[in-house]
């Protein structure tokens, strides 16, 4: 057996709402071999708006139950989380954990492109973007957009939702590339089309793909020979 012998165990993936849900489907879409499971916090959401502490015990009480589900790798799949808890978490338990911002961030240090970052209060709060992309040829600007995940958690649509995307950009400048920087907002992919029509869209999740791949690789191969 080498490392592409897929194993049981599943790979578990953290989110406060219904982006964790899309973000399980993508990937299970490239990785069919593997197995996912999603964990919502939902009763918490939104996870935009509060305390730096509050998500640390939040994500520890999430990771602890992946661990007793068996999970051989953990994903915060959640924009949010990835700024405030990550890289802090990994601390807490062995299982390799992977987040939303560095596989796209390796990818953004390499070009000159003027990019707009979208997430949450949190996120662009946290400037975690900024620290990520220090240095880097590129120009970015970052835009909260304190409303968005809610707008979409609750299922609002079509012109509605429009309204809302627009009204959360007005302070964005033109960019080359709009990144997704919340797993809420691919799920709105259509009408963000509608709106930023000339812009390249970022759905960090596909780079999130290629790094999960080179985990498994190693966290497969270590399985198989035990
Ligand atoms: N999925 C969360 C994120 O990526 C949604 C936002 C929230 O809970 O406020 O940041």
């Not at 911002?101 to 953004?108: D, H, Q, R």
């Not at 409303?147 to 007005?170: D, H, K």
């Amino acid at each position: 057996m080498d490392w592409r012998t897929p194993q049981p165990q599943p790979i578990g993936i953290i989110d406060s709402g219904a982006g964790g849900d899309r973000l399980r489907r993508v990937l299970q879409s490239y990785l069919p071999q593997e197995l996912f499971l999603s964990v919502s916090d939902k009763e918490n959401f939104p996870y935009g708006n509060k305390s730096c502490g509050f998500l640390f015990a939040r994500t520890a009480k999430q990771i602890e139950r992946l661990r007793e589900l068996d999970c051989k790798v953990i994903i915060l799949g959640c924009g949010t989380l990835s700024a405030l808890v990550f890289p802090e978490v990994q601390s807490l338990t062995r299982i390799p954990i992977l987040d939303m911002i560095t596989p796209v961030a390796k990818w953004l240090s390499l070009g000159s492109d003027v990019v707009g970052i979208i997430g949450t209060q949190n996120t662009i709060a946290s400037e975690k973007w900024e620290r990520q992309l220090q240095l880097k040829q590129g120009r970015f600007y970052t835009c909260a957009c304190p409303e968005l995940a809610t707008a979409i958690e609750r299922g609002v649509s079509g012109e509605q939702l429009r309204q809302v995307i627009r009204q959360q950009t007005l302070s964005l400048p033109k960019v080359d590339y709009l990144l997704l920087g919340c797993t809420h907002y691919p799920r709105a992919w259509a009408d963000f089309k509608k709106v930023f029509s000339t812009t390249y869209l970022i759905d960090p999740a596909l780079f999130l793909v290629a790094e999960l791949g080179r985990t498994l690789k190693e966290v497969n191969y270590v399985l198989n020979r035990s």
